[in-house]
């Protein structure tokens, strides 16, 4: 069946280069002119080629593209034909384009020319003219490479890539303006694989929906709002969190935090969005590409970090935990994804996530056994002081130790022998200017935010002074003695408390007390 189908093809192909014989009448007698077809009459009087013949005409549809009258122009040109079932084979592999209508816009029929350009060669090429492992420069830019094995010749494209090659079946075809050699493929240049692979790709976005342990990543990046940017044109390199890190993460926040729909409030949609971004790199990177260093996310001012770790790469970001790469280049229309095993924490989630588990200034003091007389006068006042320390801030308080206050009520006499005898409203009120004369309002000052000499208004309206001897920072209130800071900075949820040696006295308590 095979040396019959031989047969029929090379008869067929007899007829495409045979001789037109035509008789002119003059004084001499009859001339025989013999007229020779060029490479697209030759395909065009083969049955088996007329799908290539279709495509040259198809792409020709584009403005400013001329195949056939290229082809059919005085060359030398080498063309690698392929037959018809070539072409059904390409158009059975592609998604996009099921038969050469499909190819309908201008983009499209580019395309198509570029496939057709990548088979000629300006140049004219028997077989015999033909060496293993020779590379031919096409018209369309890229080369092919030519295999030879005993009688067998093969063309290969995407140079180097371990792929089959095609056979050319009916070679060293004699044309007026070059040779034609029948091959058994459509060969691919990069640009168009490149091209189909872009055109049939699914967006990072379509990737994570149909992703099942991103079923999670998929609900943040919908509640955060982020579904168009991610299907925008990108490119964009997404480090991918699976479900079970996200699941890490809310365990890690506790139990207000038991899935995505406690993110409620607009500062946690803001967080989760800002925690979604820096997940992304504005640009195209493999796993080829990784290297070691910072890197800058979509998330503005912020930077991942790649760090080496043995043969592969660990991403760091402003945790001490370092996620590891579970899956890598997984290819996308508008870029690249590769999975980790944890959620990326910027600067800012981690304050947030300290914030969950840090307590208020009224909490800290009352979790300090040295603060219990403080926690007493703040509810003795009975001026709202417990609520206002427990607001949100922030506050800068210079919380008196017990024993400060122990000393205070020395100083008072016999009257005071403890808190309790605050008990009348002036008294109570006299407490309470004591106690404001402590905070600050609206800053969480660290003792690295303090300088010598500084004066700082507290909320009782008169100022206290800073004083800083040998790294000791001491505060300077209305009486002769001054106040030592013994434990600085610790910080709340609300601001920060620096506790202190001594009870600061206001010039108004000193004259209160004055006439007592």
Same mark, same amino acid.
């Given at each position: 069946?095979?040396?019959?189908?031989?047969?029929?093809?090379?008869?067929?192909?007899?007829?495409?280069?045979?001789?037109?014989?035509?008789?002119?009448?003059?004084?001499?007698?009859?001339?025989?002119?013999?007229?020779?077809?060029?490479?697209?009459?030759?395909?065009?009087?083969?049955?088996?080629?007329?799908?290539?013949?279709?495509?040259?005409?198809?792409?020709?549809?584009?403005?400013?593209?001329?195949?056939?009258?290229?082809?059919?122009?005085?060359?030398?040109?080498?063309?690698?034909?392929?037959?018809?079932?070539?072409?059904?084979?390409?158009?059975?592999?592609?998604?996009?384009?099921?038969?050469?209508?499909?190819?309908?816009?201008?983009? *499209?029929?580019? +395309? $198509?020319?570029?496939?057709?350009?990548?088979?000629?060669? !300006? &140049? #004219? /090429?028997? %077989?015999?003219?033909?060496?293993?492992?020779?590379?031919?420069?096409?018209?369309?830019?890229?080369?092919?490479?030519?295999?030879?094995?005993?009688?067998?010749?093969?063309?290969?494209?995407?140079?180097?890539?371990?792929?089959?090659?095609?056979?050319?079946?009916?070679?060293?075809?004699?044309?007026?303006?070059?040779?034609?050699?029948?091959? *058994?493929?459509? +060969? $691919?240049?990069?640009?168009?694989?490149?091209?189909?692979? !872009? &055109? #049939? /790709?699914? %967006?990072?976005?379509?990737?994570?929906?149909?992703?099942?342990?991103?079923?999670?990543?998929?609900?943040?990046?919908?509640?955060?709002?982020?579904?168009?940017?991610?299907?925008?044109?990108?490119?964009?390199?997404?480090?991918?969190?699976?479900?079970?890190?996200?699941?890490?993460?809310?365990?890690?926040?506790?139990?207000?935090?038991?899935?995505?729909?406690?993110?409620?409030?607009?500062?946690?949609?803001?967080?989760?969005?800002?925690?979604?971004?820096?997940?992304?790199?504005?640009?195209?990177?493999?796993?080829?590409?990784?290297?070691?260093?910072?890197?800058?996310?979509?998330?503005?001012?912020?930077?991942?970090?790649?760090?080496?770790?043995?043969?592969?790469?660990?991403?760091?970001?402003?945790?001490?935990?370092?996620?590891?790469?579970?899956?890598?280049?997984?290819?996308?229309?508008?870029?690249?994804?590769?999975?980790?095993?944890?959620?990326?924490?910027?600067?800012?989630?981690?304050?947030?996530?300290?914030?969950?588990?840090?307590?208020?200034?009224?909490?800290?003091?009352?979790?300090?056994?040295?603060?219990?007389?403080?926690?007493?006068?703040?509810?003795?006042?009975?001026?709202?002081?417990?609520?206002?320390?427990?607001?949100?801030?922030?506050?800068?308080?210079?919380?008196?130790?017990?024993?400060?206050?122990?000393?205070?009520?020395?100083?008072?006499?016999?009257?005071?022998?403890?808190?309790?005898?605050?008990?009348?409203?002036?008294?109570?009120?006299?407490?309470?200017?004591?106690?404001?004369?402590?905070?600050?309002?609206?800053?969480?000052?660290?003792?690295?935010?303090?300088?010598?000499?500084?004066?700082?208004?507290?909320?009782?309206?008169?100022?206290?002074?800073?004083?800083?001897?040998?790294?000791?920072?001491?505060?300077?209130?209305?009486?002769?003695?001054?106040?030592?800071?013994?434990?600085?900075?610790?910080?709340?949820?609300?601001?920060?408390?620096?506790?202190?040696?001594?009870?600061?006295?206001?010039?108004?308590?000193?004259?209160?007390?004055?006439?007592?």
């Amino acid at each position: 069946m095979k040396k019959i189908f031989r047969i029929k093809t090379l008869f067929l192909l007899a007829i495409v280069s045979m001789i037109t014989i035509s008789c002119d009448n003059d004084d001499d007698g009859d001339d025989i002119v013999i007229q020779q077809f060029n490479i697209v009459q030759t395909a065009q009087n083969s049955s088996a080629l007329s799908s290539l013949v279709a495509a040259l005409t198809k792409a020709d549809e584009k403005a400013g593209t001329d195949l056939i009258g290229t082809l059919s122009g005085t060359g030398p040109f080498t063309v690698f034909a392929p037959t018809n079932d070539a072409f059904t084979a390409l158009l059975g592999s592609l998604e996009a384009y099921n038969s050469l209508d499909d190819f309908t816009t201008d983009e *499209d029929k580019a +395309l $198509l020319a570029s496939i057709l350009t990548y088979h000629v060669v !300006a &140049a #004219s /090429a028997l %077989s015999s003219d033909l060496s293993d492992g020779q590379n031919l420069t096409t018209v369309q830019g890229e080369q092919l490479t030519v295999g030879i094995d005993g009688s067998t010749v093969t063309i290969k494209d995407k140079q180097g890539m371990d792929i089959a090659a095609a056979v050319v079946s009916t070679p060293n075809i004699e044309t007026s303006n070059g040779i034609v050699h029948v091959i *058994d493929a459509v +060969l $691919l240049p990069q640009e168009v694989i490149d091209a189909i692979n !872009a &055109a #049939s /790709a699914k %967006s990072l976005v379509e990737i994570v929906v149909e992703t099942e342990a991103l079923s999670v990543l998929e609900a943040a990046v919908i509640k955060a709002n982020l579904v168009d940017t991610l299907n925008g044109d990108g490119p964009f390199t997404v480090f991918a969190p699976t479900d079970d890190a996200f699941t890490a993460l809310l365990d890690a926040l506790g139990d207000d935090y038991n899935s995505l729909d406690d993110f409620d409030t607009e500062d946690e949609m803001n967080l989760l969005k800002d925690i979604l971004l820096y997940h992304v790199i504005p640009a195209k990177v493999l796993e080829a590409d990784l290297s070691s260093g910072e890197v800058s996310t979509a998330l503005t001012d912020n930077k991942i970090e790649v760090i080496a770790s043995g043969n592969t790469y660990v991403i760091g970001d402003a945790s001490d935990v370092d996620a590891e790469i579970t899956g890598t280049d997984i290819m996308a229309s508008n870029g690249v994804a590769h999975t980790i095993n944890k959620v990326l924490l910027p600067q800012a989630a981690i304050d947030f996530v300290a914030s969950l588990t840090a307590k208020n200034i009224v909490e800290t003091a009352q979790e300090t056994e040295d603060l219990s007389l403080l926690v007493d006068a703040l509810v003795q006042a009975d001026a709202g002081l417990v609520d206002v320390l427990s607001g949100d801030g922030p506050f800068t308080v210079f919380a008196p130790t017990n024993a400060a206050f122990a000393e205070l009520l020395d100083i008072l006499g016999n009257d005071y022998n403890s808190l309790a005898d605050f008990d009348t409203e002036d008294e109570k009120s006299l407490l309470a200017k004591v106690l404001t004369y402590h905070v600050v309002s609206g800053v969480a000052a660290l003792s690295t935010d303090l300088s010598d000499g500084q004066m700082i208004e507290t909320v009782q309206e008169e100022s206290v002074e800073i004083n800083i001897k040998n790294d000791m920072v001491h505060i300077i209130d209305a009486t002769d003695e001054n106040a030592t800071v013994d434990l600085p900075n610790v910080e709340t949820s609300n601001g920060v408390v620096h506790v202190i040696d001594k009870v600061l006295l206001p010039q108004e308590v000193l004259d209160l007390i004055a006439h007592m």
